[in-house]
């Protein structure tokens, strides 16, 4: 009797579940954005984090992962360009050097990051996507 009411239960859970579908989460990357789609309505990136930690835990923690790696881009750009005054400005050629030295070094780093945002970001999405079934 006991395993019957745990297996009714665990029956009505699971068609709740799936009778909550969720719509489909779209995205274009546009020239110095991405724009995103939940649904068929337009979204704004605080609106997909919101519905990603609503639903899927695991989608959420790799987009939060791709936000990080924005922040720490945005971070290596400012080094970047704060070498590249400290290059132009001065006039000692070591000082030079070394600002010319930290706009590679930043460059590289952002490119690095640029590049892992985009692909942790695809993989929330393509989490939460394979999870609802799309």
Known sequence: MKNLLLLAFSI?????LLAQAQPKIRYNQGFLSY?????????SQKEVKL???????????KYHQSEVAGHRALLCSIIMLGGAVVGIVSKDADVQLYGYSAVVAAGVGTLI?????????????????????Y
């Open 12 to 16: 009505a859970f699971c068609s709740t």
């Open 35 to 43: 724009k995103f789609e939940i649904g068929d309505k337009d979204a």
């Open 51 to 61: 519905h990603l930690e609503k639903t899927s835990p695991n989608a959420a923690e």
């Open 113 to 133: 990051f640029n590049i892992s945002r985009k692909s942790k970001l695809e993989k929330s999405i393509d989490i939460y996507n394979r999870q609802f079934g």
